[in-house]
């Protein structure tokens, strides 16, 4: 049985310094569209969308520019009211060249919605069409279509749980989303437990964040189908297998998805979005992200355009102080190092973050100690020092056996390795080899 | 204002981009820290020459991994403090006054075959600081067993350490000295407050699994007092065997030793076990008093083994 207030977790994690502070009290900021953006064809999983418009034509803000292309695929929508420059390659968040279409922005913005839709008396085919039709993707990471998602092929889903983690240190805007809209998340909840027929909604917390778990507790007092969870604050609690474990005691086998066990995660984001494009008639057109670390002159979270190259959002920040080192897109934990600040934040960017020398540590490698602290930590009971050594001798097959390919990237091990060996870098090799292998 | 000029300066590399503040050469000085204790506690009961006895054992340490590693013309990394540690553990676990000439061939021992001869840091089977006292053992066994009188010593005519009292004539050491280490015994292992206070640092900023003491402690309190139980005249208690001879020396420094011991939970609990069986088989049916160096070592040579056997199952995993 579930009860409140009990701690919940898994096993293994780590507790690094959050950082939190530097954004956590701050309210979203809308950022103004920047003079151009640039929205890549493919910021899902799964195959690039179809552009429906050529150099030239004027779109507005809100206008399906380019559509899903098969089951995998999303839609994408205008982020802002302009022209059509140009449709080519261009360099994205993950460092790789990417079909986009390039708009000149207008000075007069229109827009173009899709009807609202009454939340009360639409059915489950409806919701889930319109999820489909405003290009919603999950904003967890993965990026995948969210209608996909919520048509779990014959399965029976007892429990929709919302990740209300956010254990990636520095990023707030979940937090700030659970605060600044939460009947909204309550509403988007109840959206997808109908679209799924699920009789149980769980939001899963992590324990640090007290105000965002008073006001949903609050605005749950009159809903006994939904309850709130708070687990200990600890990294990965926000991974899906994690949460699951943490929540509802039930673990994910390896190779296996949530709804296997009966269950659909959604992200704090993506709910919110499944809200707006119901409710309001929005596609996914903007997106939440926190701008924070030691390196940014005004940390900020901030509702962006989708398509607006990170320096126009750090010049908006106010720029950068000198000692900064790196520059990444996501957590510090998963997040990707940026190396061209023309790449654009996409709809599922949840955090820019700019570190100086003194937070991105880099210690030298030293050989394998033996210490058991990478296994002690790994919430997949996993032996990374093993699955990395077998990389660099490329038994790929031994990887495998071990389970190489269960490996879900998280870092925790790499963070703790006193010796400062690269261990997720190598996995990652190794699983990239070890799925190559016909078995 | 920032121009795209500046991607140029930044750094790349992949997830994850921050770190614990813990890296090899930290854990080794927190170590030193640890055993610092013990240290002075020798010099306390023994006198300062035992200062110097450990300051040799250090400086050996050092030289040797520098000489083997320019002759092997690989990285020199005596900077990590690795032979340091090994250093100051094979000076604790000497006898008082040992010679120094000795002391020096031991710590060349300890690096050159117990360390460098697996490969250097890592890669060694077995702890270097025991694998020195064996050779030493084995080549000095007078010397090895030859005990000082500590300083305050109440006791005029015994220097006998407490196993070799109970051993041979059946006498049992008072507890009370044996805690605060006025007893004779090596250099770093007769106080016991010494060793838990630098035992207790380093499971509290988690160097130190505690499964590894904990079990040791546990295996001692069973295996000994099943002995016990069985016959309270012929056998030690367990509190004495706790407190006698080198085991809390080893259970919180020697058996820790993260590369000479198994790296999973379950093996540590196998492995602490494990080596309190040897022990008190040892100290009972064998021919020594003392059993914790062999124990150690025997248990090191299946830690891979220990390692195979106890791989966790994987996270969703039905077996
Ligand atoms: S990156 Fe992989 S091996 Fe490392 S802790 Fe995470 S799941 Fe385990
Ligand atoms: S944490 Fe690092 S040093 Fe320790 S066992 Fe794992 S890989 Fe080796």
Redesign the interface.
């Known amino acids: 049985m579930l009860f409140f207030n009990q701690k919940k977790t898994f096993r293994g994690g780590?507790h690094?310094?959050t950082y939190k502070e530097l954004t956590e009290d701050l309210s979203f900021e809308i950022m103004p569209p920047p003079k151009q953006v640039i929205i890549p064809l493919s910021q899902h999983t799964g195959k690039p969308a179809k552009p429906l418009i050529n150099k030239g034509t004027k779109v507005k803000t809100g206008e399906l520019i380019a559509e899903q292309d098969g089951y995998i695929s999303a839609n994408i929508h205008s982020s802002v009211t302009g022209k059509v420059i140009k449709i080519s390659s261009a360099v994205n968040v993950n460092g790789f060249i990417k079909e986009s279409i390039f708009i000149e922005t207008d000075e007069n913005e229109e827009f173009c919605k899709m009807p609202s839709l009454n939340i009360e008396a639409i059915t489950a085919e409806e919701i889930k069409t319109r999820i489909k039709d405003a290009g919603i993707v999950g904003l967890g990471g993965a990026a995948f279509p969210a209608y996909v998602k919520l048509s779990p092929p014959d399965k029976k889903i007892d429990y929709v749980i919302l990740n209300g983690c956010e254990c990636e240190?520095y990023l707030t805007r979940d937090y700030r989303l659970m605060i600044e809209r939460t009947d909204d998340i309550i509403s988007g909840l109840k959206l997808i437990m109908k679209a799924v027929n699920a009789s149980k909604g769980i939001i899963g917390i992590e324990d640090n964040k007290i105000e965002a778990i008073n006001k949903l507790k609050k605005a749950l007092s009159n809903y006994s189908d939904i309850s709130i969870i708070p687990l200990k604050t600890k990294y990965p609690q926000g991974a899906e297998?994690m949460l699951i474990?943490a929540v509802i005691n039930r673990?994910?086998?390896?190779g296996?998805l949530p709804f296997d066990v009966g269950c659909i995660i959604h992200n704090i984001g993506t709910t919110i979005s499944i809200y707006d494009a119901i409710s309001k008639g929005e596609p996914q057109i903007t997106a939440a992200i926190t701008v924070s670390g030691k390196g940014i002159n005004k940390p900020k979270n901030l509702i962006a355009r989708v398509g607006t190259p990170l320096?126009d959002i750090?010049?908006f920040c106010g720029?950068?102080k000198s000692n900064?080192?790196?520059?990444?897109v996501?957590g510090?934990?998963?997040?990707?190092?940026?190396?061209?600040?023309?790449a654009p934040v996409t709809k599922a960017t949840s955090g820019i973050?700019v570190?100086n020398d003194e937070?991105?540590?880099n210690?030298?490698e030293?050989?394998?100690?033996?210490?058991?602290k990478c296994?002690?930590v790994c919430?997949?009971?996993?032996?990374p020092?093993r699955l990395a050594r077998l990389t660099q001798f490329k038994k790929y097959e031994d990887a495998k056996n071990?389970?190489i390919t269960?490996c879900m990237?998280c870092?925790t091990c790499?963070?703790?390795c006193?010796?400062?060996i690269?261990l997720?870098?190598w996995i990652?090799l190794g699983k990239q080899k070890a799925m190559s292998i016909i078995s | 204002?920032?121009?795209?000029e500046?991607?140029n300066?930044?750094?790349?590399?992949?997830?994850?981009?921050?770190?614990?503040?813990?890296?090899?050469k930290?854990?080794m000085w927190f170590v030193v820290l640890a055993l610092m204790p013990s240290l002075i506690s020798g010099i306390i009961f023994f006198g300062t020459y035992q200062l110097l006895i450990v300051l040799v054992s250090i400086f050996f340490c050092i030289t040797t991994e520098f000489c083997i590693k320019k002759i092997r013309k690989s990285k020199v990394?005596i900077d990590?403090g690795s032979a340091v540690v090994t250093g100051i553990l094979l000076g604790l676990i000497l006898p008082p006054n040992f010679s120094l000439t000795a002391t020096a061939l031991g710590a060349i021992f300890s690096i050159a075959i117990g360390k460098e001869l697996f490969g250097?840091?890592?890669?060694n089977i077995f702890n270097p600081a025991l694998i020195g006292r064996a050779f030493l053992q084995a080549a000095y066994p007078v010397a090895m067993t030859t005990w000082s009188k500590p300083n305050f010593s109440v006791d005029t005519i015994t220097s006998a350490t407490p196993l070799a009292a109970y051993k041979f004539d059946k006498v049992l050491t008072q507890l009370k000295p044996m805690i605060i280490g006025n007893i004779g015994g090596s250099i770093g292992e007769t106080s016991a407050i010494a060793i838990l206070l630098g035992g207790f640092f380093l499971i509290a900023v988690k160097i130190v699994?505690w499964r590894i003491p904990l079990s040791m402690i546990f295996g001692m309190i069973l295996f000994s007092g099943i002995l016990w139980l069985i016959d309270p005249l012929k056998y030690a208690n367990p509190l004495f065997h706790l407190f006698a001879g080198g085991f809390l020396f080893g259970a919180f420094f020697m058996a820790t030793d993260?590369?000479?011991?198994?790296?999973?939970?379950k093996g540590?609990w196998i492995f602490g076990f494990a080596i309190s069986l040897i022990i008190v088989v040892i100290r009972t049916f064998g021919g020594l008093p003392e059993g914790v160096m062999y124990a150690i070592l025997i248990m090191n040579a299946f830690v891979p083994l220990i390692n195979r056997l106890t791989?966790?199952?994987?996270?969703?995993?039905?077996k």
Not at chain 2, 258 to 265: F, K, Y
Request: with cysteine; hydrophobic share 35%; net charge positive.
């Open positions: 780590i690094p310094n240190p297998k474990k673990e994910v086998p390896p296996k320096i750090i010049n720029g950068i900064t080192k790196k520059i990444i996501g510090p934990m998963m997040g990707i190092a940026q190396y061209d600040l023309s973050l570190l937070e991105v540590t210690f030298k030293t050989n394998c100690l033996r210490c058991g296994v002690e919430p997949l009971n996993l032996i020092t071990l389970g269960v990237e870092g790499t963070y703790n006193p010796a400062n690269p997720v870098q990652r | 204002m920032i121009s795209l500046f991607s300066k930044l750094e790349l590399s992949s997830s994850p981009h921050i770190h614990s503040k813990w890296s090899t930290k854990v990394t990590d250097g840091l890592g890669f699994n993260w590369v000479t011991s198994p790296i999973t939970s540590m791989k966790p199952k994987i996270f969703g995993e039905q």
